[in-house]
């Protein structure tokens, strides 16, 4: 027979099980005092079923902002929901580092090939880890005219360490400083943050856990199941049958480790999970025999539970991936080869091969930097890049549909937004991407329809305008990039001059990569036209530097030597010809 029990949301008080028009939940047995009216048998919504999988409470209507391990399994049910039911989701990701400090022909160069730069940031990718992973959840609000909600939230990460996982992975001087400067909880990282795994490492750690093939990795770890079991074995010599103890302060998947052990070692006692801790009892080998059998809380059903725990953080990655909703990021490329590599699979070999399969998890990609590079060339907008400031630029008086765009509410819990600007916050720069597609696609609605009245707006209608640049670079061939022409410069009276020293030269009044051409020339490349026209400005008259536009056909010294060869050839033969003309 099963029994309906209830209980209250932490977060808001409200009753997430009783009778009437709330949701029924059936627990593991043995974890709360049931009532005795037998429960109805009802749709199992999804909250509910990861409910059952967590052997957690429904969570309550609203969701944290920030969420760590000991909030993430209460959240995921209605996160799932979140997903389910929105039109698009913002994401950003805050990193332990950018890239590694690589020398010589492994740097990263504006000169390189997408393909080039693909392989050398892949070893940075490999090498940093995600500290923060920012979502915003935009819905349209039904019955209400172009209105959207958004929910954000920050989820705090770190690497799963269980049995043979222990990862590695380096912090960057300069991106801890950069992220501490506005105000990052690194305590939140450290110590609540949620695990992940990517599916390699789900099959290695599943196939241990299931065959029982597993062991304690960390020495913590260790020490911490060794005070355990010399506690609980003292307990037992003086415990009579019946009798239990809590181990308090021990929770998430570490609780399903100590378990584990507990119950291998120990052979006339049995352990339950609970919010206070793990409840140890002594019971007879006969009722242990019993419990393994017959109790839903049995080592083959918790295992998955472990797994469950462990996978933390990829379990919601699987979510968003089935949900096939928009995914939406500003210069997202870097994000997408985190999520690649830490939730999926390692990264491949070729870049084409990583855009097969982050499109095949994400059919729909757009990033809003390209989208905004674009149109602002049409427009008199000043040219920006940073999403602050695009932000901005489409919030002022600048923008023709300032006032008749789409209007954009916080959901309850992320009232902090509203007045409060957070940059570099993940879940604050997620909503910010998700605010500026909206806006953008409204403003391209406006200028398609400039002769005739804009149709009623709703979100598909804005992936129709935005459809020249859904996937753009994520999935086919790459669209020719936009960037300042290359600069050439000749040296004179400088010799035996290095690239260091030209980019030296230079570092002071802008940032640019120099390629050696030939001995005595240089390529420079910079990612802003206002630095390529300053520089041209400014060694106009300079007497040992000519800086000038690079044109392949004029410059390439493979262009030259076909040329200095071509005219040898010409030459050689018009001799041969006045010699043979002579001849006759």
């Known amino acids: 027979m099963k029994h309906l029990w209830a209980g209250r949301c932490a977060?808001?008080?409200?009753?997430?099980?009783?009778?009437?028009?709330?949701?029924?939940?059936?627990?593991?047995?043995?974890?709360?005092?049931p009532f005795k009216a037998?429960?109805?048998?009802?749709?199992?919504?999804?909250?509910?079923?990861?409910?059952?999988?967590?052997?957690r409470p429904p969570p309550s209507c609203c969701v944290a902002m920030d969420i760590g391990a000991d909030e993430f399994e209460q959240s995921l049910p209605l996160l799932q929901e979140l997903v389910l039911g929105a039109d698009f989701v913002g994401l950003d990701i805050e990193f332990t580092g950018l890239r590694s400090n690589l020398s010589g022909p492994q740097q990263i160069s504006l000169f390189d090939l997408p393909s080039e730069w693909y392989l050398k940031t892949r070893q940075s990718v490999q090498q940093f880890t995600i500290c923060q992973i920012g979502l915003s959840v935009f819905s349209s609000i039904e019955g209400e005219s172009n209105k959207y909600v958004a929910h954000s939230c920050n989820f705090f990460l770190f690497p799963t360490t269980f049995g043979v996982l222990d990862s590695e992975f380096s912090f960057q001087a300069s991106s801890v400083q950069f992220l501490n400067q506005y105000g990052f909880d690194y305590n939140k990282f450290l110590k609540n943050g949620i695990?992940?795994?990517?599916?390699?490492?789900?099959?290695?750690?599943?196939?241990?856990?299931?065959t029982g093939n597993w062991k304690v990795r960390s020495s913590l770890d260790k020490d911490q199941i060794k005070v355990v079991i010399?506690?609980?074995?003292?307990?037992?010599?003086?415990?009579?049958?019946?009798?239990?103890?809590?181990?308090?302060?021990?929770?998430?998947?570490?609780?399903?480790?100590?378990?584990?052990?507990?119950?291998?070692?120990?052979?006339?006692i049995w352990t339950v999970l609970r919010d206070q801790g793990v409840i140890v009892k002594k019971v007879s080998t006969q009722h242990r025999w019993y419990l393994e059998t017959t109790s839903c809380d049995r080592e083959s059903c918790w295992k998955e539970k472990i797994l469950l725990s462990a996978r933390g953080f990829s379990v919601f990655f699987q979510m968003l991936v089935k949900a096939r909703k928009p995914l939406v990021g500003h210069n997202m490329m870097?994000?997408?080869?985190?999520?690649?590599?830490?939730?999926?699979?390692?990264?491949?070999?070729?870049?084409?091969?990583?855009?097969?399969?982050?499109?095949?998890?994400?059919?729909?990609?757009?990033?809003?930097?390209n989208v905004t590079k674009d149109i602002w060339k049409e427009l008199n907008f000043p040219r920006v890049s940073n999403l602050s400031e695009v932000y901005e630029v489409l919030n002022s008086d600048l923008n023709p549909t300032k006032n008749s765009g789409p209007v954009i509410i916080h959901a309850s819990r992320c009232e902090k937004y509203v007045e409060t600007k957070?940059?570099?916050?993940?879940?604050?720069?997620?909503?910010?991407?998700?605010?500026?597609?909206?806006?953008?696609?409204?403003?391209?609605?406006?200028?398609?329809?400039?002769a005739v009245p804009i149709p009623e707006p709703s979100f598909p209608l804005y992936l129709d305008v935005l459809a020249p640049y859904v996937n753009q670079n994520f999935a086919g061939p790459d669209s020719p990039s936009i960037r300042p022409p290359i600069l050439i410069l000749t040296v004179r009276k400088w010799p035996g001059v290095s690239e260091q020293q030209v980019y030296r030269e230079f570092q002071n009044l802008c940032k640019f990569d120099v390629r050696r051409l030939t001995?005595?020339?240089?390529?420079?490349?910079?990612?802003?036209?206002?630095?390529?026209?300053?520089?041209?400005?400014?060694?106009?008259?300079?007497?040992?530097?000519?800086?000038?536009?690079?044109?392949?056909?004029?410059?390439?010294?493979?262009?030259?030597?076909?040329l200095q060869v071509c005219s040898v050839i010409t030459t050689w033969a018009f001799i041969a010809f006045l010699l043979g003309g002579a001849g006759l």
Request: hydrophobic share 40%.
């Open 11 to 33: 977060a808001c008080r409200g009753w997430w099980a009783r009778a009437g028009a709330v949701r029924f939940f059936t627990p593991p047995p043995a974890l709360r005092e």
């Open 38 to 55: 037998p429960a109805r048998r009802l749709r199992v919504s999804a909250r509910r079923r990861v409910a059952a999988l967590t052997g």
């Open 195 to 210: 695990p992940y795994m990517n599916e390699e490492q789900e099959k290695k750690i599943k196939h241990n856990i299931l």
């Open 230 to 268: 010399d506690e609980v074995t003292r307990w037992l010599d003086l415990a009579e049958e019946g009798d239990w103890m809590t181990l308090p302060g021990i929770a998430g998947f570490q609780a399903f480790e100590v378990q584990l052990v507990l119950r291998k070692a120990l052979p006339d």
């Open 334 to 369: 870097m994000d997408l080869l985190h999520l690649h590599e830490k939730f999926f699979r390692p990264l491949p070999e070729t870049y084409d091969e990583f855009k097969l399969n982050i499109h095949n998890l994400f059919p729909v990609l757009i990033d809003t930097k």
């Open 422 to 450: 957070y940059p570099h916050e993940a879940a604050y720069d997620a909503f910010l991407c998700g605010s500026v597609l909206l806006k953008v696609a409204h403003l391209l609605l406006w200028k398609v329809h400039s």
């Open 519 to 562: 001995r005595s020339q240089f390529l420079l490349m910079t990612n802003k036209f206002k630095d390529t026209r300053s520089i041209l400005k400014e060694y106009r008259c300079h007497p040992t530097l000519r800086i000038s536009l690079y044109r392949y056909w004029r410059h390439s010294p493979d262009i030259n030597c076909l």
